[in-house]
């Protein structure tokens, strides 16, 4: 079962870079909390450490010049110790204030798919009474929900559109996660990273 979700992965960043109407790639590095949503954010800066990597490609929509529409396909991963190891896979719908050349904000909602892989042992009650070891690399699919706002700041002033840095703060919900025991699972996400014009020109030489 680990295989789908790599795979669904693999095929969706093949297909991005190879769609000519994507505009920017980027990677972000993340740490992520689980806490109540959005107000838990700034535990992510100091309460827990629980790293992740999000892969993401993404298109612009609307001519105006302040504001815009932005739609992105992610790929990602993040490790929760003790927990779980979960690949997330999910689309991302934004509204994007352009204010100045320099500077774009961002709030947005995402929707899509989460393989959870807990960190500690499983057991399934046999047709004998007895008690089964689950494979720890069966993992279990789980809907993701999310809401986020963001900033990207570019890195020369003479070039708005190339090289940008990222960051977003973005609040995961994960389900059915415990059955009827806990049904919801909530975490926040600070998620710093880069973006590049896609496809990617050269610099001409003078």
Same mark, same amino acid.
């Given at each position: 079962m680990i295989k789908i979700p790599v795979i669904t992965i693999c095929g969706l960043l093949s297909a991005c870079a190879a769609n000519a109407q994507i505009q920017r790639v980027g990677i972000?590095?993340?740490n992520q909390a689980v806490s109540l949503p959005v107000s838990g954010i700034p535990a992510t800066t100091y309460s827990q450490f629980? !790293? @992740?990597?999000?892969?993401?490609?993404? #298109?612009?929509f609307g001519s105006k010049e302040h504001h815009q529409w932005v739609l992105s396909a992610n790929a990602g991963m993040n490790y929760h110790r003790f927990f779980q190891t979960a690949l997330r896979l999910y689309g991302w719908g934004e509204y994007q204030y352009n204010a100045g050349a320099m500077w774009k904000l961002r709030a947005g909602l995402g929707l899509g798919?989460?393989?959870? *892989?807990p960190d500690y042992e499983q057991f399934v009650k046999n047709k004998?009474?007895?008690w089964d070891l689950v494979s720890p690399v069966a993992g279990r699919?789980? *809907?993701?929900?999310?809401? @986020?706002? @963001?900033?990207?700041?570019?890195?020369?002033?003479?070039k708005p559109d190339g090289m940008k840095l990222e960051l977003r703060l973005r609040t995961f919900?994960?389900? !059915?996660?415990a059955g009827s025991y806990i049904p919801l699972l909530p975490s926040n996400a600070l998620m710093l990273g880069i973006s590049a014009p896609w496809p990617?020109? #050269?610099e001409a030489k003078s």
């Open positions: 972000l590095a993340s629980h !790293p @992740g990597l999000d892969l993401f490609a993404e #298109k612009s798919y989460l393989h959870a *892989f004998d009474g007895g699919p789980q *809907f993701l929900a999310g809401l @986020g706002f @963001g900033v990207s700041r570019a890195l020369k002033q003479d919900l994960q389900a !059915p996660f990617m020109k #050269k």
